[in-house]
């Protein structure tokens, strides 16, 4: 039997949520109930061959790869709720997967915020510099505020500075040709935007790390 969905809940004809699972099988119960969501899983595994696409909504960019992995090996298209993820190797697991051609996508919503998409940059002209606030952590809100600074300035990120600490982040982002920005933290589009995005959020956690040290993008995950 088919749970009833408004025709246009996903935006997509045709398309539903047919099974969830999450950590705390308590929780999966709660969101099926709710949002009625017919099958709940007792582990991600069991979605194979039963599902079009998966949806990883986890903001904990360190279990990624491993919820993804299973999904990608089997070329079932996959959305990674931003960040792709937050450290090294896992980043150079995923640019693999990008370069292999996978149906991987992870983005955030403010990317595609109107009073951005609105913007008129004829106007604007040349942005020199960009200043930025996000909630919460860097680890896991950071990368909203730098997917909105991407679409005002573009990609070549040179290099990122944390200065501040672990509960307020102070980030200093300097780009290629000299533009500037600072992001306080109090995709579909190219595979090699996200990896940029994701390369600066690891940036920010190494240098706050090691006391404020410039970090490199061309050092990360090369």
């Known amino acids: 039997m088919r749970i009833p969905h408004h025709p246009d809940a996903l935006g997509i004809p045709g398309a539903y949520v047919t099974?969830?699972?999450?950590?705390?099988?308590?929780d999966a119960k709660r969101v099926a109930e709710t949002t009625f969501i017919p099958h709940v899983l007792?582990?991600?595994?069991?979605?194979?061959?039963?599902?079009?696409?998966?949806?990883?909504?986890?903001?904990?960019?360190s279990t990624h790869l491993e919820l993804a992995r299973p999904f990608l090996e089997r070329d079932i298209p996959i959305f990674v709720d931003k960040p792709l993820t937050d450290n090294e190797d896992?980043?150079?697991?995923?640019?693999?997967?990008?370069?292999?051609?996978?149906p991987l996508l992870s983005s955030s919503s403010i990317r595609y915020a109107k009073e951005i998409e609105e913007l008129?940059?004829?106007?604007?002209?040349?942005?020199?510099?960009?200043?930025?606030?996000?909630?919460?952590?860097?680890?896991?809100?950071?990368?909203?505020?730098?997917?909105?600074?991407?679409?005002?300035?573009?990609?070549?990120?040179?290099s990122v500075q944390n200065l501040g600490t672990e509960d307020v982040n102070v980030v200093h982002i300097r780009y290629k040709d000299g533009r500037q920005a600072v992001v306080n933290v109090v995709y579909p589009y190219p595979p090699d935007e996200t990896v940029e995005l994701a390369r600066a959020v690891i940036a920010g956690i190494l240098s706050r790390q090691r006391g404020g040290e410039r970090m490199y993008i061309g050092e990360i995950a090369p």
Do not use: C
Request: hydrophobic share 40%; aromatic share 12%; no cysteine.
């Open 19 to 26: 099974h969830i699972w999450t950590q705390d099988p308590g």
């Open 42 to 61: 007792s582990g991600p595994e069991e979605a194979g061959g039963k599902v079009d696409a998966v949806v990883i909504t986890t903001d904990i960019g």
């Open 90 to 102: 896992d980043l150079r697991a995923f640019i693999r997967y990008f370069r292999e051609g996978k």
């Open 120 to 158: 008129n940059r004829e106007r604007l002209g040349w942005v020199l510099f960009v200043s930025a606030m996000m909630t919460k952590s860097w680890e896991r809100y950071g990368v909203h505020a730098l997917e909105g600074l991407y679409m005002i300035m573009g990609g070549g990120i040179e």
